[in-house]
């Protein structure tokens, strides 16, 4: 089945690392791997919930920070994350992965992920003004194009179309 898979290493060794992984049917599995070794039992406390509409699927994670064996972090605390996809809807498998131009499960591949205020996201609820706009979600001109806040069954999405480049809202 298809799955999203999340790597967190809060420790300075490339070889540590926190793997949560979700398939399309909400099914979990948890890694950890520290000092070498596999802890198959760590498995922690997260939750995970998935969706799937039409010929797409959508997941919902949330690791508490207990999970990871850190405290609440504070301005200023640094995690790396990768994130990957194994797309298994064709006759061969499909892997993505993110950062970008990054290999699938690799080690090294993580980018630096820095904790700074309770919530980046002015507006984290898109809550609308009375003429509907999203208040506080302002896209560069030229990237208007790119991005758009949508209703889709019930929800509001916001939906980036920035293949081959890089966007920022």
């Known amino acids: 089945d298809d799955c999203v898979e999340v790597w967190l290493k ?3 060794s490339q070889l540590e ?5 979700v398939n399309s049917k909400g099914v979990c599995q948890t890694l950890r791997r520290r000092q070498g070794q596999d802890d198959q039992q760590h498995g922690g406390k997260w939750q995970a ?7 797409r699927w959508t997941v919902e994670i949330a690791i508490p920070f207990a999970t990871l064996g850190i405290a609440e972090p504070t301005p200023g605390t640094m995690v790396r994350l990768a994130l990957g996809r194994e797309d298994h809807t064709g006759k061969t498998a499909q892997l993505a992965a993110w950062p970008a131009g990054s290999e699938y499960g690799s080690k090294s591949a993580a980018t630096k992920l820095y904790f700074v205020t309770d919530n980046l996201l002015r507006n984290p609820t898109m809550a609308r003004d009375a003429n509907g706009k999203m208040v506080d979600w302002n896209v560069k001109e030229a990237d208007r194009p790119r991005f ?8 509001d999405v916001l939906r980036f179309q920035a293949p081959g480049r890089y966007c920022s809202a």
């Not at 919930?49 to 010929?55: E, F, I, L, M």
């Not at 758009?148 to 929800?155: F, L, N, P, Q």
Request: proline residues 0%; charged residues 40%.
């Open 10 to 12: 809060t420790t300075r």
């Open 17 to 21: 690392f926190d793997q949560f992984i």
């Open 49 to 55: 919930a998935a969706r799937v509409q039409g010929k």
């Open 148 to 155: 758009g806040a949508v209703r889709e069954e019930d929800e």
